[in-house]
């Protein structure tokens, strides 16, 4: 079987994760990339629960920044690399600088980097992001900052990927497949 590039969108408890899961369960050795921080007590509970569903076996890598730098070294030992999430990577990174005071980082040119190590590796790579395009528009210029990185990084990956599956409310529906009349390509 060959390596694939599969990008999950979705919404808040849109199933996202459950269904990347499912999908990594094809991989023999799996590593799974988390982002996510604790910065509370609920959060950390999420973090928990996440870890809980996972099999035993799977590897797991925590990184919420450098996820290139991290990566690289591992990528090679693995058969699939499981993702979760951009959504938390692009918010880790764009609070990190604003904690800072720094300008905003180019989020897109690290997006480029996790994609060029993807396309150098053998592993296939399951990818979770929310869907941020569906909402409404932001109130405060962090947050619009936010839905723009994420947007932008989403395509990037969507336009790579061999699949792209959006969730809806537990559903998987491969959007990448359909052309724009909605007959499949």
């Not at 007590?41 to 928990?48: K, S």
């Not at 799977?58 to 991290?70: N, R």
């Amino acid at each position: 079987m060959s390596k694939r590039l599969t990008l999950v969108l979705g919404g808040v408890r849109a199933g996202k994760s459950r269904y990347a899961q499912t999908l990594a369960q094809t991989g023999r050795r799996v590593l799974v990339v988390a982002t996510a921080e604790a910065g509370d007590q609920e959060m950390a509970a999420r973090i928990q629960a996440h870890r809980a569903e996972r099999p035993a076996d799977w590897d797991t890598l925590e990184e919420p920044l450098a996820l290139a730098t991290a990566l690289a070294p591992r990528v090679p030992d693995y058969d699939t690399v499981l993702l979760d999430c951009l959504t938390l990577w692009v918010s880790n990174l764009l609070l990190r600088r604003a904690d800072a005071g720094r300008a905003t980082p180019d989020i897109a040119a690290e997006a480029d980097g996790l994609l060029r190590l993807y396309e150098q590796g053998n592993a296939s790579w399951i990818v979770v992001s929310n869907e941020v395009g569906l909402g409404v528009m932001p109130a405060n210029e962090l947050a619009r900052t936010y839905a723009d990185e994420l947007g932008r990084v989403n395509q990037i990956f969507a336009a790579a990927a061999d699949d792209v599956i959006l969730m809806v409310a537990g559903v998987p529906v491969n959007i990448k497949g359909l052309s724009g009349d909605g007959k499949r390509r």
